[in-house]
């Protein structure tokens, strides 16, 4: 195969220290080489003046499965806007079809995509959707947080035995990293309306554990499982005033293991009870604990306004949204696993709410100290959809532009935030850290989010403005494996991506337990459990 030479490009490539310098990308075999002794016969395509990145990771979205096919078919006055429309500028619904989600986020330089919350179950199902997924790289977490095995072994207080089921649940379906969603609050709002875990030391019911048992647990196994990435954590009591006391006391409890908190913008809320009237930003003793925890990890969860769906394995939090909008609901029981909760949302710039909650977001970008700490996300679709990403950026890197638009919003927000205070602007490394370079360390991914030979040549070129948005909006060109799947701003033929999973072993002498606990509790057999042969020619383990 022939080389492909990206000639005279302004690089940044933050995990090397490169930062703005003119350079040129050599592509041979689906990766990034050398420049070779003899590139004769090279295809040489000149990109100078233009700023060259690797290709973007967003590790925290919700793109497939089941929970994400419930909300299409709720919505089917919008399930379809856009769909099959591959130009940037079409519109789009807040739950895309797959082909359209693969070629939208190509059209924003992403090439890989993290759908954050799958239960074992429907893991099958994913994979399914991630075979047809065009362009991008995927991979998925799967969720443990209310999983009754895992919460039997931690009462148990059989700690190997929780770390074999660990890693037999990731390997059997095609996982890459355990996700906790409200642990133990799921199950309780299973077992009674209106249930759910308040605080890290209620037990719960019919299990004699807590959350912070479930928490510690599972994030000591996966630290002992050595996973590239530990453990993903939705915290306990989301969107709920006053809630950043149990976010700080979750950091707290996870005592010195590495760890990530994602979608933190839901979790930073100062206040009492469920009235909004003392509603008020906590990023900043958070932000404290962050800046003082290197081990620590947040994506931001950024809301962004507009009409959207909030999806969710956070049961109880569905019901609550519900309640709040009166917008139509579908929950559903995972047997013996989760729950999912989904509801149509819309975030206005002048409800106070709605307008705290997009400036407690931006405030995480602007407090986290180290930009390797901290990922840009808007929780696809819950915050907002990922074609909001592009205008994140111009909010971050332009400080006159995030002052005017915060001009725009509910003024009580002034109040009850200092984000009118925080004069950071992001420089063009930094965008690059927290959009590919940082979630691809976060992630364990040593082949994404850097432009040194070695690396998958994943690689989007952009044209410089001074609207960021515009920049980013509109990549000139991006290269997928080797392969240009955008030139001149316009999508082109498809190329294949990577399901990128993991395998640790497990003690072949628990899974009789394991066995016997399927054909004592679940409603299937441990023979249909898991992807079998599902998207396994598609699977990469890392
Ligand atoms: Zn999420």
């Known amino acids: 195969m022939s080389f492909l030479k990206l000639s005279g490009g302004t690089l940044y490539d933050p995990v090397h220290g490169v930062d703005g310098v003119v350079g040129d990308i050599w592509i041979e075999n689906g990766k990034i080489v050398d420049a070779p002794k003899d590139g004769a016969g090279a295809v040489t395509i000149d990109v100078s003046g233009r700023v060259v990145m690797a290709g973007a990771v967003d590790m925290h979205c919700?793109?497939?499965?089941?929970?994400?096919n419930a909300a299409r078919k709720m919505q089917p006055e919008q399930g379809r806007i856009g769909n099959g429309l591959t130009s940037h500028d079409a519109p789009m619904g807040s739950v895309p079809d797959i082909l359209t989600t693969g070629y939208r986020y190509t059209g924003l330089g992403y090439t890989t995509c993290f759908d954050a919350a799958v239960t074992p179950m429907g893991?099958?199902?994913?994979h399914h959707e991630f075979e047809l997924v065009p362009n991008i790289d995927t991979g998925f977490y799967v969720l443990v947080g209310?999983?009754?095995?895992?919460?039997?072994?931690?009462?148990?207080?059989?700690?190997?035995?929780?770390?074999?089921?660990?890693?037999?649940?990731?390997?059997?379906?095609?996982?890459?990293?355990?996700?906790?969603?409200?642990?133990?609050?799921?199950?309780m709002w299973k077992q009674r309306a209106g249930g759910n875990a308040r605080d890290l030391d209620q037990v719960i019911d019919g299990f004699e554990v807590t959350p912070r048992q479930v928490l510690q647990g599972i994030t000591q196994a996966a630290?002992?499982?050595?996973?590239?990435?530990?453990?993903?954590i939705h915290c306990n009591n989301l969107g709920i005033p006053g809630n950043w006391t149990?976010?700080?006391?979750?950091?707290?409890?996870?005592?010195g293991l590495r760890a990530h908190l994602t979608h933190i913008q839901f979790h930073s809320y100062g206040g009492t009870g469920d009235s909004d009237s003392g509603l008020e930003s906590k990023v900043g003793p958070l932000a404290d604990f962050v800046n003082e925890h290197p081990e620590l990890t947040v994506d931001v969860g950024q809301v962004m306004f507009g009409p959207t769906t909030s999806m969710t394995a956070d049961g109880p939090l569905g019901y609550f949204l519900q309640k709040l909008s009166g917008e139509k609901w579908y929950s559903c029981d995972t047997e013996l696993e989760s729950g999912c909760g989904i509801s149509p949302i819309r975030y206005r710039d002048r409800n106070f709410v709605n307008a705290l909650q997009w400036a407690i977001g931006l405030e995480w970008y602007l407090r986290v100290e180290d930009p390797w700490q901290v990922v840009m996300s808007s929780d696809h679709p819950n915050g907002g959809s990922f074609l909001a990403y592009p205008q994140i950026i111009r909010l971050l890197m332009d400080a006159s532009y995030r002052l005017e638009t915060l001009?725009?919003?509910?003024?009580?927000?002034?109040?009850?935030?200092?984000?009118?205070?925080l004069d950071r602007e992001y420089t063009l490394s930094e965008i690059a850290i927290i959009t590919r370079a940082g979630p691809a360390r976060i992630l364990?991914?040593?082949?994404?989010?850097?432009?040194?030979?070695?690396?998958?040549?994943?690689?989007?070129?952009?044209t410089p403005s001074e609207n960021y948005e515009t920049m980013f909006s509109w990549p000139w060109m991006v290269v997928k494996a080797g392969q240009i799947v955008v030139r001149n701003g316009e999508i082109q033929a498809p190329a294949a991506g990577k399901t990128l999973s993991v395998n640790r072993d497990f003690d072949l002498d628990r899974v009789k337990q394991i066995e016997t606990w399927f054909s004592d509790h679940y409603s299937i057999s441990v023979r249909?459990?898991?992807?079998?042969?599902?998207?396994?020619?598609?699977?990469?383990?890392?």
């Open 62 to 68: 919700h793109i497939a499965g089941p929970k994400v």
């Open 123 to 126: 893991a099958r199902h994913v």
């Open 146 to 187: 209310n999983n009754h095995l895992a919460m039997q072994y931690i009462a148990d207080q059989d700690p190997a035995g929780l770390q074999s089921f660990l890693a037999w649940l990731i390997n059997r379906s095609g996982a890459y990293a355990p996700k906790l969603v409200n642990p133990g609050g799921v199950e």
């Open 223 to 232: 630290n002992q499982l050595e996973l590239p990435h530990p453990v993903h």
């Open 246 to 255: 149990t976010t700080l006391e979750t950091m707290r409890s996870l005592d």
């Open 407 to 421: 001009k725009r919003v509910n003024p009580r927000v002034l109040q009850r935030s200092s984000l009118s205070d």
């Open 444 to 462: 364990g991914l040593r082949n994404k989010g850097h432009l040194a030979a070695g690396a998958d040549a994943d690689v989007v070129v952009y």
């Open 528 to 542: 249909n459990y898991g992807h079998g042969r599902v998207g396994a020619d598609r699977i990469e383990v890392v």
